[in-house]
């Protein structure tokens, strides 16, 4: 039998996660705007409607930008985990990213596929704004969702949450580029949905795949998420830095090493270790009461 391995300093493991977290937003938002600067200074240099400020209507550009934003308050939750020690984003961000991060793995998947076969792998993956916007910042975007911002588990029912943006931009798109058409005002078909598979076949087989990639990219999310879990419980319920005879003591120790972690004295009750603290210690004390006694030896 495999024998279980024991995390035995949870605070280096904050703090590559902090550091992680930090390194990759930094590097998705400066990639992004990258990215962006380069198409809305029309760097092609060609006559086309997406070009300049025209790249605002492209579902890439949406989608890059949408990531960008969540990268971007993903950072000031890093640096306050570097100072606590304790890496943790609100839910709300982690959903903004799921969505992003599932609007560009799209982009990347359409890109290299459809449009690829219309105009060329090397000018749909490779060319100018393109190597950032089809390829380098999705994968960018998977690492930062699926491998370091894994706080919360998405269940099955959010899979959902991300085809809503997708939805609403495809029926745009079909109404704008494919049934008026660039010719009576409307968008050019510049993703060539309709050039060589009918446009509604073409929408199936985008939906199958939208669900697809969202479902991905949620499991490799929950998996990281369960395996980092498992890490902090592993901790707290068999580290020798909790040796000690009662779950009294326990408390004192935590309470001296969130203490370490705080230099304000704003103190968050951290109920979810006490909670596996009980677990260790098989105590009949009400978290309520630990808590209490938590607070009491904070400030002591």
């Known amino acids: 039998m495999k024998k279980e391995k024991v995390v035995t300093d949870i605070k280096k493991l904050?703090?590559?996660?902090?550091?992680?977290?930090?390194?990759?937003?930094?590097?998705m938002v400066s990639l992004v705007f990258v990215a962006l600067t380069l198409n809305l200074i029309n760097y092609y240099n060609e006559s086309s409607p997406e070009a300049g400020a025209g790249t605002m209507r492209m579902f890439t550009t949406l989608s890059n930008i949408l990531v960008a934003i969540?990268?971007?308050?993903?950072?000031?939750?890093?640096?306050?985990?570097?100072?606590?020690?304790?890496y943790h984003l609100p839910r709300w961000i982690v959903d903004i990213l799921y969505i992003g991060t599932f609007c560009v793995t799209l982009t990347f998947i359409v890109a290299s596929t459809i449009i690829s076969i219309a105009q060329g792998f090397i000018y749909s993956m490779l060319s100018k704004?393109?190597?950032?916007?089809?390829?380098?910042?999705?994968?960018?975007?998977?690492?930062?969702?699926?491998?370091v911002n894994t706080d919360h588990h998405i269940s099955f029912k959010k899979s959902f949450?991300?085809?809503?943006?997708?939805l609403v931009y495809g029926?745009?798109?079909?109404?704008?580029?494919?049934?008026?058409?660039?010719?009576?005002?409307?968008?050019r078909d510049v993703y060539e949905f309709n050039t060589f598979i009918p446009w509604p076949v073409t929408i199936i087989l985008i939906a199958i795949l939208s669900f697809g990639i969202?479902?991905?990219?949620?499991?490799?999310?929950?998996?990281?998420?369960?395996?980092?879990?498992?890490a902090v419980r592993?901790?707290?319920?068999?580290?020798?830095?909790?040796?000690?005879?009662?779950?009294?003591?326990?408390?004192?120790?935590?309470?001296?090493?969130?203490?370490?972690d705080y230099s304000s004295?704003?103190?968050?009750?951290?109920?979810?270790?006490?909670?596996?603290?009980?677990?260790?210690?098989?105590?009949?004390?009400?978290?309520?009461?630990?808590?209490?006694?938590?607070?009491?030896d904070y400030f002591e």
Do not use: Q
């Open 14 to 27: 904050n703090r590559m996660r902090c550091i992680a977290g930090l390194v990759v937003s930094i590097i």
């Open 70 to 86: 969540a990268s971007l308050l993903i950072i000031p939750y890093s640096i306050d985990g570097l100072r606590k020690n304790n």
């Open 129 to 147: 704004s393109n190597l950032f916007f089809h390829l380098i910042n999705p994968l960018f975007a998977i690492l930062l969702f699926t491998f």
């Open 161 to 166: 949450i991300p085809l809503i943006p997708a």
């Open 171 to 187: 029926i745009v798109y079909v109404i704008l580029a494919i049934l008026i058409g660039e010719d009576n005002g409307g968008w």
């Open 214 to 230: 969202s479902n991905l990219i949620r499991y490799l999310h929950n998996l990281k998420h369960k395996h980092f879990k498992d």
């Open 234 to 260: 592993s901790y707290y319920l068999k580290s020798e830095d909790y040796n000690v005879p009662t779950i009294e003591d326990a408390i004192k120790i935590l309470a001296l090493k969130e203490k370490e």
């Open 265 to 296: 004295g704003n103190v968050e009750i951290p109920t979810r270790i006490i909670e596996l603290l009980k677990e260790r210690f098989n105590s009949d004390k009400s978290t309520s009461e630990l808590s209490k006694l938590f607070i009491n």
